[in-house]
């Protein structure tokens, strides 16, 4: 069974900034590309960001653009969300996820945002509360 494992989260007021990350098996790692979702109580999964494992080519859910930064780390293999300026809307149950549907710049164009049934494989989550 794939195991995603996310860490990091916890407790912030808002303002603050705070890094997600989450360890992906190795043959996972090299050949899906990787997300972020975000699931707040009564609320449907909402996606966050994604990042290509083919060209790296990165998407944010409208709620991320410009505060947070999907990263990748292959010598690990590990993913990062970098967040910052929190804000109480944040908080949720954040989840990783990897995915095969084509995510590359050139597939991407005029398409619409990675969806959660673009991915086979989650983590368990990790809580982010963000406090006024």
């Known amino acids: 069974q794939v195991q995603l494992v996310e860490s990091g989260g916890g407790l912030v007021q808002a303002g603050d900034s705070l890094t997600l990350s989450c360890v992906v098996p190795?043959?996972?790692?090299?050949?899906?590309?990787l997300g972020w979702f975000r699931q707040a109580p009564g609320k449907e999964r909402e996606f966050v960001a994604a990042i290509s494992w083919r060209d790296a080519s990165t998407y944010y859910g409208d709620s991320a653009k410009g505060r947070f930064t999907i990263l990748r780390a292959d010598h690990k293999p590990t993913m990062y969300l970098r967040m910052s300026t929190l804000k109480p809307e944040d908080t949720a149950l954040y989840y990783c996820?990897?995915?095969?549907?084509?995510?590359?710049?050139?597939?991407?164009?005029?398409?619409?945002?990675?969806?959660?049934?673009?991915?086979?494989?989650w983590g368990q989550g990790t809580q982010v509360t963000v406090s006024s």
């Open positions: 996820a990897a995915g095969s549907r084509p995510m590359t710049a050139q597939d991407m164009k005029d398409k619409d945002i990675p969806q959660w049934s673009d991915f086979h494989f």
């Open positions: 190795g043959p996972i790692f090299s050949n899906y590309n």
